[in-house]
DNA sequence: TACCGTTGCCAACAAGTGTTGGCAAACTGA
DNA sequence: TCAGTTTGCCAACACTTGTTGGCAACGGTA
C-alpha cells in the first residue's frame, strides 16, 4: 500500500502520450521529446520516471487480452465470440497497435507479443481442441489471423478492409478461427 | 538501349545490401552508413546514385508477385495453388520482407503495399469469384490471412507458427484462402 | 520557522543521422 | 597523348536523438 505521490498526474500523462505516440509511428519514429511535449513536461521527466526510452515502451504496452472465459459457450459460437472479443480489444485500446507497430522492429516488443499469444489464447486453445497438443498451434493459426487482420486495417490501411463494418468482418473471420480452434486439420 | 556503365555492379551491390538491411531492420534503423558498408563503398555513393533514403528505398523495394495464371486450374484447388505461390515468394526473396518492415511506419511502403494487392490480387479474384463486385473484399480478406502469417512467421517469429513445415502451413491456410476468394460470406 | 525530499525546467553533452562539396584516381574517347 | 567524364573517398555540415547534471520552486514535517 503505497502513498499516492504528487506526481502521479505526471506518470500517468507520460504513459499516455507515449501509448499514443508509439502506436501512431512506432518505437524509433516515437521520440521522447514528442512525448514530453504532449504531456506537456519537460523531456527529463520521462528519464527520471522511466529511466530510459526501452523502459518507457514497456510501461506504456502492458497489456492483456482478457481472454474471455469460454466454458459453457455453444461450441460453434466459439469463433464469433473470440472475433468480437479480439475486435473490442483491438478497438477499446490502442495499446495493442502500439505494441504491434513495435514489434516489428524491437525485439523486446516482439517477445511480449509472443508471450501474449502463448500465455493468452493458449490455454484457451487447449480447452476447447480435440488435441491439446495442437494447442499452440491453433493459437498460432488464430494469431496470424487475427494479428494479420489488425494489420491491414489499423496500419496498412487497405480500403477493401478498413470499409468492412463490425458484423461483415465478423461474418467473414469467424470460421476461419473457428476452424483453426476446433476444426481438423 | 543504354550502354551498361562501369558503375553498374556498384549500384548492385548498394540495392542487395539495401534489400538486407531494410528487411532485417525496418526502414529507420536500417542506416545508410551500413548498407554502404555492407556494400563495400562511401555513404556518399549512395546519395549520389540513389539521391536519398527514400528513393533508395524505392529502388530496393521494387516488387511483383507474379501472380500465376489460375484460368483452367481446377476451382476447389485455388486456394492450395495461391497459398504455394505466396509462400514460395516469401521465402524466396527478401524484397517483400522489407517492404512490410519499412510499411509498419512508412507511408510510402503502406501505399505500395496496398497497391500491391489492389493491382495483382484484386483481378485474380475479380477472375474466380461469384460477384466480381466483391472481388476488392475477397483480396483485401486474403491479404490479412496471407500478410498475418507471414508477420508471424518471419516477423513476430511466434515458435509454433515457425515450426510449421511447408505442407502443414499450406493445410492450415489453404481452405481459408480458397473461401476467401470463392466461398459465400 | 527551518529543514529536506520532491517536482520541474534549463542547458548541455556525446553519439549518430542523412546529406553535401571537393578532390584524387581511373577510365574513355579522340 | 590528352582533355573530359566517371567513379570513389574523405571530411565536414546541420540536425536530431537519448540522456545527464545542476538549480530553482514547491510542499509537507518537525
Redesign the interface.
Known sequence: MTAPRRSDATRAAILTAARERFAA??F??ATIRAIAADARIDPSMVMRYYGNKERLFAAAAEFDLRMPDLTGAPADQLGTLLVSHFISRWEGDETLLAL??A???QEAA?ER??GL??AQVGPLAARVAPDPAEA??R???I???????A???F???????V??DRE?AI??LA??VQ??LTGT?
Open positions: 509511428d512506432g524509433e519514429r504491434l507497430r514489434a516489428v522492429t516482439a507479443m509472443r499469444f502463448a499452440p498451434t493459437a498460432g493459426m494469431a496470424t489471423q487475427m494479428l494479420g487482420f494489420l491491414c486495417r496500419v496498412l490501411r487497405l480500403p477493401p478492409v470499409a468492412l461483415t461474418a467473414w470460421p476461419t476452424r483453426y486439420i
